[in-house]
């Protein structure tokens, strides 16, 4: 790593509560990787009980099914009919809604994932195997899908909780009570996977993780003894990389769901955004998602002035507010 990203990293670092934020996040990143194995054989197991009942109905789709919207599916054929019962049939909320866009229904009666997904938030169509899916995914899953009802609820829904705390915290930190809580909520949701080692190893490495001090050396710096780290500085900044981009994902899904953006998301893009352009080493691997958002904030807010505009027709006045649109002006 060049030096200058080093000393960002570094000063970034120095932030007791940011660096919480990381850990924690990372934290979440072994918990995933530790149940991804699992959660892909057991979704497997679930998806064999079901075909073995299905077995008797056409092999494929008809083709004339039309694709998924949000949480609109409507099925034309009677194989994508019977499949959509057996999914809700699983669900544990079943009359909430369920992200049918996540899915590629035509692939169910041949990829298990394809049905894993029906149980998880919107946004995850492209997760195309576990070893794609993030924590919140697995989790979701784990809570909306009846196969997993052995796992204890109360501690699957306390981590996700956490997460969610996590990913919207608005100035990406985190205090250091709210981290040990978070610890002792994975340590005791990863109790429940006895048999399977890689939660077992993982809880160790958590455990670890959130007790060391994650100390970043600067070449030509003073460095103290004993702040040596277990985890690699390039493995720090792509950690560090990958949770940014998640929180830029959560921002872009709510505001797609929403259909609107509001003062709140703005001032959350420009937080990430300020964020983003005073650290140089992020601004590179981080460029092509907060492009994506600008541009979804520019066609949402190209619809509300469209609306705006028919409204004001309508009602013969005009509205005098501030335009978020100069606002994102100004932060490129
Ligand atoms: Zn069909």
Same mark, same amino acid.
């Given at each position: 790593?060049?030096?200058?990203?080093?000393?960002?990293l570094?000063?970034?670092?120095?932030?007791?509560?940011?660096?919480?934020?990381?850990?924690?996040?990372?934290?979440?990143? =072994? /918990?995933?990787?530790?149940?991804?194995? %699992?959660?892909?054989?057991? !979704?497997?197991? %679930?998806?064999?009980?079901?075909?073995?009942?299905?077995?008797?109905?056409?092999?494929?789709?008809?083709? +004339?099914?039309?694709?998924?919207?949000?949480?609109?599916?409507?099925?034309?054929?009677?194989?994508c009919?019977?499949?959509? #019962?057996?999914?809700?049939?699983?669900?544990?909320?079943?009359?909430?809604?369920?992200?049918?866009?996540?899915?590629?229904?035509?692939?169910?009666?041949?990829?298990?994932?394809?049905?894993?997904?029906?149980?998880?938030?919107?946004?995850?169509?492209?997760?195309?195997?576990?070893? #794609?899916?993030? &924590?919140?995914?697995? /989790?979701?899953?784990?809570?909306?899908?009846?196969?997993?009802?052995?796992?204890?609820? @109360?501690?699957? +829904?306390?981590?996700?909780?956490?997460?969610?705390?996590?990913?919207? $915290?608005?100035?990406?930190?985190v205090?250091?009570?709210?981290?040990?809580?978070f610890?002792?909520?994975?340590?005791?949701?990863?109790?429940?996977?006895?048999? !399977?080692?890689?939660?077992?190893?993982?809880?160790?490495?958590?455990?670890?993780?959130?007790?060391?001090d994650?100390? !970043?050396?600067?070449?030509g710096?003073?460095?103290?003894?004993?702040?040596?780290?277990?985890? $690699?500085?390039?493995?720090?900044?792509?950690?560090? &990389?990958? =949770?940014?981009?998640?929180?830029?994902?959560?921002?872009?899904?709510?505001?797609?769901?929403?259909?609107?953006?509001?003062?709140?998301?703005?001032?959350?893009?420009?937080? !990430?955004? *300020? %964020?983003?352009?005073?650290?140089?080493?992020?601004?590179?691997?981080?460029?092509?998602?907060?492009?994506?958002?600008?541009?979804?904030?520019?066609?949402?807010? $190209?619809?509300?002035?469209?609306?705006?505009?028919?409204?004001?027709?309508?009602?013969?006045? @005009?509205? *005098?507010?501030?335009c978020?649109?100069?606002?994102?002006?100004?932060?490129?």
């Amino acid at each position: 790593m060049m030096t200058m990203a080093l000393a960002e990293l570094a000063s970034r670092l120095n932030c007791a509560e940011y660096k919480n934020w990381l850990k924690a996040g990372q934290g979440l990143l =072994l /918990l995933r990787g530790a149940l991804q194995g %699992f959660a892909g054989e057991q !979704v497997q197991a %679930f998806h064999r009980s079901i075909a073995a009942r299905l077995a008797a109905r056409p092999p494929r789709c008809s083709g +004339r099914c039309p694709p998924p919207r949000g949480k609109q599916f409507q099925p034309a054929c009677s194989l994508c009919k019977e499949w959509k #019962k057996e999914i809700l049939k699983h669900h544990t909320h079943r009359t909430g809604e369920v992200n049918w866009g996540n899915c590629r229904p035509w692939l169910w009666p041949s990829n298990s994932w394809e049905i894993a997904k029906a149980y998880m938030p919107r946004g995850k169509a492209d997760s195309c195997g576990p070893d #794609k899916c993030d &924590a919140s995914g697995l /989790l979701n899953l784990f809570t909306f899908c009846d196969h997993f009802s052995n796992i204890d609820q @109360k501690k699957i +829904r306390e981590v996700i909780k956490c997460r969610n705390e996590l990913m919207h $915290s608005s100035d990406m930190k985190v205090s250091s009570s709210w981290l040990k809580e978070f610890g002792n909520h994975v340590q005791n949701l990863l109790s429940e996977f006895q048999d !399977v080692p890689e939660a077992q190893a993982a809880s160790t490495r958590i455990e670890k993780l959130l007790s060391s001090d994650w100390a !970043v050396h600067v070449p030509g710096e003073d460095q103290l003894d004993g702040l040596e780290s277990e985890i $690699s500085q390039m493995q720090m900044s792509e950690i560090e &990389a990958e =949770l940014i981009k998640e929180r830029l994902c959560e921002i872009r899904l709510c505001m797609e769901e929403q259909e609107t953006i509001s003062k709140e998301d703005l001032n959350r893009i420009q937080a !990430v955004k *300020d %964020f983003i352009h005073n650290n140089h080493d992020l601004q590179r691997s981080l460029q092509a998602e907060m492009q994506n958002l600008e541009d979804l904030v520019q066609k949402l807010y $190209s619809q509300q002035q469209l609306v705006k505009e028919t409204e004001e027709v309508n009602c013969g006045e @005009k509205k *005098d507010e501030d335009c978020p649109l100069q606002k994102m002006k100004r932060m490129v």
